[in-house]
């Protein structure tokens, strides 16, 4: 069993920066892939960025790529994503997931593999 808990989220202008964080426990944390997603109103949830359980290989969604950065400290069970110059369709849900199992033909960037879900931090960008 595995417990996530994320933080950081909040509200901002665009062309700020937040950092959110996800807290992990329940499990060895450096050996689980680790993701963002997030979910606008009324859209489906979507894959932002991910990163192995080393930490060595990170992933991300076009729309976020050269603004967000996924990191991850394994001594303390933490998993972070940057969110850097901020747009209004930023705005969403973020939700942190654990990828357990991973299987290396399993890919990064869609929700079946992560089988850990956290309960949601809300980031809203005004314009």
């Known amino acids: 069993q595995v417990q996530l808990l994320e933080s950081g989220g909040g509200l901002v202008q665009a062309g700020d920066s937040l950092r959110l964080s996800c807290a992990a426990s329940g499990r060895t944390f450096s050996s689980t892939a680790m993701a963002w997603f997030r979910q606008a109103p009324g859209k489906e949830r979507d894959f932002v960025a991910a990163i192995s359980g080393t930490g060595r290989t990170t992933y991300y969604a076009d729309s976020v790529k050269g603004r967000f950065t996924i990191t991850r400290d394994n001594a303390k069970n933490t998993v972070y994503l940057q969110m850097n110059s901020l747009k209004p369709e930023d705005t969403a849900v973020y939700y942190c997931?654990?990828?357990?199992?991973?299987?290396?033909?399993?890919?990064?960037?869609?929700?079946?593999?992560?089988?850990?879900w956290g309960q949601g931090t809300q980031v809203t960008v005004s314009s």
């Open positions: 997931a654990a990828d357990t199992n991973r299987q290396p033909e399993r890919s990064y960037y869609t929700e079946e593999p992560y089988d850990y």
